[in-house]
């Protein structure tokens, strides 16, 4: 994906982040508060290229669809979707991602650049895209699958929190694919509407 590492770095910004991790689900209230964040860039000099990163998009968007996650594996058509073992397992996943969510942002401190080169950036960050991936395939792909056969309300509920999840999945990808376009998937939302769409779906089930 990255090419020649020798060539790629990665520069992380830090403007304003807020930290969900402590509180697990985040709540309406908290994603009120939330301003919008500034896209991420790419630059080149030469042969390196640099790609900047904002460490608050980085973590709302991974706590969000941690904030997902949480939420779908209780929902009663997901869990009987799902069955045992991939419950089972997505629980460890979303232990995973919020271990790599808090090791990405004690990885940022409080510097404002940190380059991918570095070794605890880019596990903790590889570990978040490696991490929301496996939430795609094991919720987001259940749900979307289950919920054409279904009609309620949750059902509804669910499919759109889903979608926006992908969107924001697809958000974190895009910030280092230098393969192509940035952002791959197709949606209406950005990031902070794909946020809101969860933590509505997080409210409505709390």
Not at 35 to 51: E, V
Not at 55 to 82: K, P, R
Not at 126 to 154: C, F, H, P, Q, R
């Amino acid at each position: 994906m990255f090419g020649d590492k020798k060539h790629v770095r990665i520069e992380v910004k830090n403007k304003g982040r807020r930290s969900f991790l402590g509180h697990g689900l985040m709540t309406v209230a908290a994603i009120a508060s939330v301003a919008a964040l500034p896209g991420c860039s790419a630059s080149k000099s030469g042969t390196t290229t640099t790609i900047t990163l904002n460490v608050a998009e980085v973590v709302d968007y991974g706590t969000a669809i941690l904030s997902f996650a949480s939420t779908s594996i209780n929902v009663s058509f997901v869990a009987s979707a799902m069955g045992t073992a991939n419950l089972a397992l997505a629980n460890t996943v979303i232990a995973s991602l919020k271990s790599a969510l808090a090791a990405f942002l004690s990885a940022a401190g409080s510097s404002t650049s940190v380059t991918y080169d570095s070794a605890s950036v880019k596990t903790a960050f590889d570990s978040v895209l490696a991490d929301v991936e496996k939430i795609d395939t094991l919720i987001v792909a259940v749900i979307t699958g289950t919920a054409a056969n279904l009609s309620s309300s949750v059902v509804s509920e669910a499919k759109t929190a889903a979608g926006a999840a992908e969107t924001l999945i697809s958000l974190l990808k895009a910030m280092i694919d230098m393969s192509g376009p940035r952002l791959h998937a197709v949606s209406p939302l950005n990031g902070d509407a794909a946020i809101g769409e969860i933590a509505v779906f997080a409210a409505s089930q709390g």
